[in-house]
């Protein structure tokens, strides 16, 4: 950003890399314009909270987001808001202890993933049944 202000007499080498590598990454901007929900290469798993809807490379990376971020001391609702869940009402460390066995383990995550697959119709990958 200072580049475009400093004047000509700057160092070329520093403003031509600058412009090659710093401005404008090719891919990152126009991703992360579009959508934080898009997929990235390698994430292949998705918190299944309410409308959140996002990836994450592993399993423990979407529990710890969901303990976080939809399970904190300011923002746990009382209640499990993960798609398919039963609404009952929990203590928050008991919901923690739930997060982490019931949805967030490797199994669950693929599970939950194929469901909401069929659950939307033409996404990507045709039912093979």
Known sequence: LFLQSTPATSIPTVQVQGQQMNLQPPSYTAASQ???????????????????????????????????????????????????????QRQRFSFITHLQDKHCSRDALLAGLKQDEHGQAGNQKPSNK
Request: proline residues 7%.
């Open 34 to 88: 579009q959508a934080e929900q898009m997929k990235k290469p390698g994430q292949n798993f998705m918190c299944l909270w309410q409308s959140c809807k996002k990836w994450f490379q592993t399993p423990s990376q979407v529990f710890y987001h969901a303990a976080t971020e939809h399970g904190g001391k300011d923002v746990y609702p009382g209640q499990c808001l993960w798609e398919g869940c039963e609404p009952f």
